[in-house]
């Protein structure tokens, strides 16, 4: 909780310098071409069925020692879903979709959805010294979770039971930071949507 407090704080000092940091000199060594490969086969770890979607916890580890625990949701009834990726921003550790109601909600829509932690936070900052954390990483942070939308782009093109030649984005807080830079950088986004992200973004 003291964490999360700090979090909010410095969000509040540096938010105008968000933007900058990510968007300038670091976000324009990101190439969607270069994104990094899966260095294990993805690994489906549950399967939940409901009555209108199913639910995977998938893993899936394109940095050797940084695996990521994804969750996609799949409507039921519905071939070849279009795909949206949901990026929840510091603090998260991915609270909303073991829940059924939000996954009802999207599949009712007909649309698939995956998400997972962004970098240094959440199952993703473990073995860390207890110095560095999502804040202090800052840069690192957004500029892996921007690394890793690309990949996952990658994963959901080569599921056959997905469409996702196009994908939406939807970022909150700090992922919506990422959001807004990973639109500007990959084509493959076609829709981004946002909710108070992070920066000094023009109006």
Known sequence: ?????LGLLALTCAASHVAGAVSGDLASRLDP???PKLVRPALVADRAERQTFTRELIRLEWRKGDPINAYLILP???RNPRVAIMLYGFPSDLPRWPDDAPSSRLATQGIAAQ???SAVQG????????REWFVT?????????????FAAIQYLRSRPDLDAAGVGLFG?????AVALVAAA???????VDTLNPWGAWPE
């Open 137 to 149: 990483e800052m840069r690192e942070a957004l500029s892996l979770t921007v690394q890793d939308i």
């Open 123 to 130: 199952d993703r900052d473990r073995g860390r010294p207890m």
């Open 33 to 35: 071409q270069q994104a």
């Open 1 to 5: 909780m003291e964490r999360a407090r």
């Open 172 to 176: 909150q807080g700090s992922a919506g």
């Open 76 to 78: 039921k009834g519905v």
């Open 185 to 191: 950088r990959d084509r493959r986004v076609v829709a």
């Open 115 to 117: 998400s997972s932690d």
